[in-house]
């Protein structure tokens, strides 16, 4: 389902937000296959970062204006000196999580916005990751505690749904399959999983 936001921001929320997600999959569940897999496009396949925290997209948006408000940035003229020649500038919102900021493609769309790499409530996952759990959320497919009926069925989804290549193995700690299919199954902001 669409969401608005606010100019000038640019903000993909299917790559970068935990909370959107979780709406979403609400939706999901009750349509076809091929109109989920379109939906799942807007996330990609590589690494992207991904924010578990609490602000909502409004609230992250509207912070990030307002940052610019508070600097007297009023117009993309104005924001690109802000950038100075740099491709990209961090800034930090109220939950102490940091946001990449660089132009944007869009010329009234110029403050493009994503969570910054190893920011507080911020993880790391490829685009592959985060679609193959979300699959599994949409399916109502449980978490096994026998590690290799979860791969069985990781396996499965990714080549007949999503058409992806089998993995190896989901060795806890450091599988994100399964952390992010811990969080999604629980809807919580997951912020004590993070350690």
């Excluded at 193959?132 to 499965?156: G, R």
């Amino acid at each position: 389902m669409p969401v608005k936001i606010p100019f000038p921001i640019t903000f993909n929320p299917h790559k970068h937000h935990f909370g959107f997600l979780v709406n979403e999959l609400e939706i999901w569940k009750k349509l076809k296959w091929k109109d989920v897999e379109k939906e799942m496009l807007l996330i990609g396949n590589n690494l992207i970062d991904f924010y578990l925290g609490e602000l909502d997209i409004e609230q992250i948006c509207t912070e990030c204006i307002n940052y610019f408000q508070s600097i007297n940035i009023n117009g993309r003229e104005q924001f690109i000196q802000w950038l100075g020649g740099s491709h990209w500038k961090k800034i930090e919102l109220s939950d102490q999580s940091e946001w990449m900021i660089r132009l944007g493609d869009i010329h009234e769309r110029y403050i493009h916005i994503h969570p910054a790499k190893y920011s507080e409530h911020t993880i790391s996952v490829r685009g592959t990751t985060l679609k193959t759990v979300l699959t599994f959320c949409i399916h109502d497919i449980p978490f096994q505690q026998n590690p290799n009926a979860n791969l069985k069925v990781v396996n499965n989804l990714r080549k007949e749904l999503l058409k992806l290549s089998p993995i190896k193995d989901l060795e806890e700690p450091d599988s994100k399959i399964i952390f992010l299919w811990k969080i999604f199954m629980n809807k919580s902001s997951a912020e004590t999983k993070l350690n």
